[in-house]
């Protein structure tokens, strides 16, 4: 098992890790010396135990917004999803109510000629672009 040196607070600690777990223990001891070094610009010199205690606290506190974030990021996006799910259902009954209604009319009747390929495009544009946000 390697056996690295972190400094944290200017001060360094020999820790033993697993094989691999170098590069992520040397960014963690790196967040932590980043918190320890606001401490200490701010506060001074405190004892160890006290400045790991309260960087650890630091850490946890943004570490808990951000997963306060995801978790409110990931309910908007379901949300966004389902409505982009009833917005494509609504634009498929409406492109098979413009079909039946043409349909029904005739050629010359809801629409003319020049207009209902117009119309019938501008649906599959919607539908595509709608496709295209849910990928």
């Known amino acids: 098992m390697p056996e690295i040196t972190v400094t944290v607070g200017d001060r360094p600690f020999q820790i033993v890790c697993n094989d691999g777990e170098e590069p992520h223990l040397k960014a963690a001891a790196k967040m932590l010396d980043a918190e320890a070094t606001t401490l200490q610009a701010a506060i001074g010199r405190v004892p160890e135990s006290r400045m790991l205690l309260m960087a650890g606290l630091m850490l946890a506190d943004r570490t808990k917004e951000l997963e306060w974030n995801g978790k409110t990021s990931i309910e908007r ?4 999803e389902d409505r982009l799910r009833a917005s494509e259902a609504k634009a498929a009954a409406l492109a098979v109510e413009l079909a ?22 501008l649906l599959e544009k919607t539908a595509s672009r709608l496709e295209a946000l849910g990928e």
């Open 100 to 121: 039946n209604m043409q349909e029904q009319s005739g050629d010359a009747g809801l629409f003319g000629e020049s207009e209902l390929p117009k119309a019938m495009a």
């Open 77 to 80: 996006t379901k949300t966004l």
